[in-house]
């Protein structure tokens, strides 16, 4: 099986990528940060308290969380409700940065994570794949952009999305995000040991994308 890791910052443009170019070598992508997201919707719906992590975990018995793919789009399952839409707003970004700095949490997720790459070859992104979740991944790719262009690029995703909001207080959140991502104990976000970093400020999500298969193919063969 070949295993693809790409980690990086919030806004790089990880998922659009990744998913781009699963599509065209064949393989399935997997996008980790959804069920962390997954994670944070059930504490805002259950009204539990992130601060405190004996309650995250007790709630995390009561999940069932599971990845399904409908026409080769990942969906998330939560209690075997599709949760794909409702975990893409703001509120829940920024509480899935929360649980993320929990060990119960990333430990609850870690083999739904690796199970995927046991069977077929993958594309997954997130913070610590390369690092933590498929340290023998054959490729491992390290994708950024500066604070501002990531800001800037969230800001218009969510606006195609419907979702209006202040540049400004996207950039703090980014920031804010950055910091809980790179400074929690367990799995930060790190480059990997062998990893290539792509900075995407100055291309286009098409260069992007041609640059991530051309790294790909070159590993691969
Ligand atoms: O899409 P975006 O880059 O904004 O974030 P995401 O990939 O959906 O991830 C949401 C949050 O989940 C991140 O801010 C991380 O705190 C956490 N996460 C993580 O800790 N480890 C991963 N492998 C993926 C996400």
Redo the contacts with the bound molecule.
């Keep these: 099986m070949v295993a693809v890791a790409i980690?990086?910052?919030?806004?790089?443009g990880?998922?659009t990528i990744a998913k781009n170019a699963a599509h065209e070598l064949g393989y399935i992508y997997v996008?980790?940060?959804?069920?962390?997201?997954t994670v944070?919707l059930a504490c805002l719906e259950n009204h539990t308290d992130t601060s405190d992590e004996a309650a995250v975990e007790t709630l995390l018995t009561t999940l069932d969380i599971s990845i399904v793919f409908f026409n080769g789009e990942q969906h998330l399952l939560l209690n075997d409700r599709d949760v794909s839409e409702l975990i893409r707003t703001e509120e829940v970004?920024m509480k899935?940065?929360v649980v993320?700095?929990m060990p119960a949490v990333?430990k609850y997720l870690l083999d739904l994570?690796r199970g995927f790459a046991k069977t077929e070859n993958v594309i997954m992104?997130?913070?610590?794949?390369g690092t933590v979740?498929l340290p023998d991944a054959q490729v491992k790719i390290f994708l950024t952009a500066s604070a501002e262009t990531r800001a800037r690029r969230?800001v218009l995703q969510l606006a195609a999305q419907g979702i209006k909001e202040d540049y400004n207080k996207i950039l703090k959140d980014?920031t804010e995000?950055d910091y809980?991502?790179t400074h929690?104990e367990i799995?930060p976000?790190k480059q990997a040991e062998g990893s290539i970093i792509v900075d995407t400020s100055e291309l286009t999500l098409e260069e992007s994308q041609q640059k991530i298969i051309d790294i790909i193919r070159e590993c691969v063969v």
């Design positions: 980690d990086g910052p919030a806004g790089a990880k998922s996008d980790t940060g959804a069920i962390y997201r944070a970004s899935s940065s993320a700095q990333r994570q992104d997130g913070r610590d794949i979740v969230r980014i995000r809980n991502d929690r799995a976000l």
